[in-house]
């Protein structure tokens, strides 16, 4: 099976910017694959960030973004903040019905 | 405003059948237009899709666990549910009921509050 990986984790200082990616074990990312985005803390269910490579979800500030980068989904994440620490998921469609979650990115703002 | 809710037992044997109901409210799952899902995170762990289910009663499964996953869904009720059966302590997980757009190029919305299921003896 296609496994989606994610950097484990990152770090940023506050007021900076940090681009986290989104891989295939095996190919490229591309907008097929319709990436999305969820940021998620503690005891909370996941909330969605950026959805179709590119499109940011009603009520998220604009210093997210979303784009393909190489071969890679992309979150950029510009002038971060103290509460953009969080872990990150993307998910990526397969075909077939198929979704797969990457194993996330915990992110120290800091 | 949609809300989804997880219901069902925290705790399991080994080997039963894993079973949880995700009620719906402020929407119609016989409206069409959505996906209803069943979504897991092991302890400190990511997420892992495990399927969805149209109201028409189509469904989509993790290859993984496809062997061992039932999704259904009850419109008159507006609930859908999971089961997972020949459960190992592996299935230990916080299982969350989400709802995607029927589109590919939609995400998962709305999501329950996620409740914590145990395989133990």
């Known amino acids: 099976q296609t496994v989606v990986t994610q950097e484990p984790s990152f770090s940023v200082s506050p007021g900076g910017t940090v681009t986290l990616t989104c891989a295939l074990s095996s190919g490229s990312v591309s907008t097929s694959y319709y990436p999305s985005w969820y940021q998620q803390t503690p005891g909370q269910a996941p909330r969605t960030l950026i959805y179709s490579t590119n499109t940011r979800s009603s009520g998220v500030p604009d210093r997210f973004s979303g784009s393909i980068l190489g071969n890679k989904a992309a979150l950029t994440i510009t002038g971060a903040q103290a509460d953009d620490e969080s872990d990150y998921y993307c998910v990526l469609y397969m075909g077939s019905g198929i979704w797969v979650f990457g194993g996330g990115t915990k992110l120290t703002v800091l | 405003q949609v809300q989804l809710q997880e219901s069902g037992p925290g705790l399991v044997k080994p080997s039963q059948t894993l079973s949880l109901t995700c009620t719906v409210s402020?929407?119609?799952?016989?409206?069409?237009?959505?996906?209803w899902s069943w979504i897991r995170q092991h302890p400190g762990k990511g997420l892992e899709w495990i399927g969805y289910?149209?109201?028409?009663?189509?469904?989509y499964y993790n290859p993984s666990l496809k062997s061992r996953v039932t999704i259904s869904v009850d419109t008159s009720k507006n609930q859908f549910s999971l089961k997972l059966s020949s459960v190992t302590a592996a299935d230990t997980a916080v299982y969350y009921c989400?709802?995607?757009?029927?589109?590919?190029?939609?995400?998962?919305?709305?999501w329950g509050q996620g409740t914590l299921v145990t395989v133990s003896s």
């Open positions: 289910i149209y109201y028409s009663g189509s469904t």
């Open positions: 989400a709802r995607k757009g029927y589109s590919y190029a939609s995400d998962f919305d709305y």
């Open positions: 402020g929407g119609s799952i016989s409206s069409g237009g959505y996906y």
